[in-house]
């Protein structure tokens, strides 16, 4: 399928030329899907296991990280479209971008919530991803901690 492709009903902007944020990369995430067409559509916590590689200069900032049974983790879908106003979903009808949860947005930021099964040297091994193989990795959340509003404890790994 030709993802770069405007489908009917789908409008589009061109981009503006400022921009406001610096992010920085801190990892890469390796998974199977070398395309958008293997990508499932949402990550699922029985999938397969992926590899979150840290940077060097960041493994330091894991120090902890495997008390967490899960993890949310914020990438950025650098193959998707930027452009587009309102989309088509394969399901049919029009609906505008922030109505959907499509990589295609002005910001190609997701947040997938993942199962930690391991760390091993700088590497998380997790489960519930759905994106290409070799996309950047801009955080990592736990997704609870002692230190959350409202926690209950429940999301630490058993000890």
């Not at 921009?19 to 499932?40: E, H, N, Y």
């Not at 979903?89 to 099964?117: C, D, Q, Y």
């Not at 040297?121 to 801009?138: A, E």
Request: glycine share 10%; hydrophobic share 35%; net charge negative.
């Amino acid at each position: 399928m030709d993802w770069q492709a405007t489908r009917p009903g789908e409008t589009e902007a061109p981009l503006p030329e400022r921009t406001d944020a610096r992010l920085v990369f801190i990892g890469r995430i390796r998974t199977p899907f070398a395309t958008r067409d293997d990508c499932p559509r949402q990550g699922r916590q029985d999938g397969p296991i992926c590899q979150v590689e840290i940077d060097a200069h960041w493994q330091p900032a894991l120090k902890g990280i495997e008390a967490f049974a899960e993890l949310d983790l914020l990438y950025w879908m650098h193959e998707a479209r930027r452009d587009l106003l309102t989309q088509t979903p394969r399901g049919g009808g029009t609906l505008g971008t922030f109505a959907l949860r499509s990589p295609v947005r002005p910001n190609p930021i997701a947040l997938s919530r993942v199962k930690l099964e391991g760390v091993e040297d700088g590497v998380l091994l997790v489960r519930g991803l759905d994106c290409l193989d070799g996309t950047p990795l801009l955080d990592i959340k736990p997704f609870r901690c002692s230190h959350s509003h409202g926690t209950t404890g429940t999301s630490h790994a058993a000890s």
